[in-house]
């Protein structure tokens, strides 16, 4: 449950960091710590049920794969474009 919590809270914290398009890059934080959120149950030993280690192994499938996924690029930044991870969708300027 301590892992969890503590993990949560970076997963949250990065995420809003990633919010604007000059962090995105910041999103592949979250991989690791989702896939942390999908092996703790079998390697910590906290996990009390089995409701809870499937509710784990959930929401971490769901941080890594939400924090893969790309979006469209709205605006240009100057300089800090190249810091931009660009997806194939987005027009070139």
């Known amino acids: 449950a301590n892992s969890d ?3 949560g809270a970076l997963i949250v914290t990065i995420s809003i960091s990633a919010f604007a398009e000059v962090g995105r890059s910041l999103r592949f934080l979250n991989v690791p710590l989702g896939l942390w959120l999908i092996i703790a149950p079998w390697v910590s030993q906290g996990a009390n049920s089995m409701f809870a280690s499937i509710a784990s192994v959930a929401c971490g499938l769901a941080v890594v794969l939400l924090s893969i996924a790309r979006g469209r690029i709205a605006d240009s930044y100057g300089n800090w474009d190249r810091f931009i ?3 194939q969708l987005t027009h070139d300027r």
Request: net charge positive.
């Open 5 to 7: 919590r503590l993990v």
């Open 85 to 87: 991870v660009r997806s």
